[in-house]
T-cell receptor
């Protein structure tokens, strides 16, 4: 099946710094990728839809200046948490769809656990 | 607004028994419904997709039903094994390419 690689898997940073998370589709092209965040024992919350070559679409309540998304190629999307604060500590997960074949199911990365001190 | 509900209480089940999970949705008419498995600290993994015109779908020991009248999907794990212990998420969807919204998930714990 399709593979989505996400890095880093874990990051600890000081408050005020920026953190970049990468999401790559390894063996397929993904015009669209999705970024979710998940708090402990809660479900996935969609943050934004990342579109290759255009601006991301953010969900209501998600600050686009805080969570910068760049989808520069068909295999790479990045999420940058700018000026991170302790409340940004969470599990961030990216996902992508194959453009051909079964179009509905999502392939997820392994997630990034962000801890802001 | 659209609402997706799964039993938030963990389901404890004895090995070999059938686990049944429920996914209810309101204010929504999905074209299909997906089920995913998530292990702690990992991203979800796709399990099954059932479309609105399908009543039942099977994959190995998994079975999914979809009742558009009741606005409900049931997810069954037959002959459950300790390795089936995980959180199971449902996600109704409208069309290919659209974003997916997930239910809160139900944690399953299969005891040997």
């Amino acid at each position: 099946g399709a593979v989505v690689s996400q890095h880093p898997s874990r990051v600890i940073c000081k408050s005020g710094t920026s953190v970049k998370i990468e999401c790559r589709s390894l063996d397929f092209q993904a015009t669209t990728m999705f970024w979710y965040r998940q708090f402990p024992k809660q479900s996935l919350m969609l943050m934004a839809t990342s579109n290759e070559g255009s601006k991301a679409t953010y969900e209501q309540g998600v600050e686009k200046d805080k969570f910068l998304i760049n989808h520069a190629s068909l295999t790479l999307s990045t999420l940058t948490v700018t000026s991170a604060h302790p409340e940004d500590s969470s599990f961030y997960i990216c996902s992508a769809r194959e453009e051909q074949g079964a179009g509905e199911k999502l392939f997820f990365g392994s997630g990034t656990q962000l801890s802001v001190l | 607004s659209q609402k997706i509900e799964q039993n938030s209480e963990a389901l404890n089940i004895q090995e070999g028994k059938t686990a049944t999970l429920t996914c209810n949705y309101t204010n929504y008419s999905p074209a299909y419904l997906q089920w995913y498995r998530q292990d702690p600290g990992r991203g979800p993994v796709f399990l099954l997709l059932i479309r609105e015109n399908e009543k039942e779908k099977r994959k190995e020991r998994l079975k999914v039903t979809f009742d558009t009248t009741l606005k409900q999907s049931l997810f069954h794990i037959t002959a459950s094994q300790p390795a089936d212990s995980a959180t199971y998420l449902c996600a109704p969807g409208k069309a290919a390419g659209n974003k997916l919204t997930f239910g809160g998930g139900t944690r399953v714990l299969v005891k040997p």
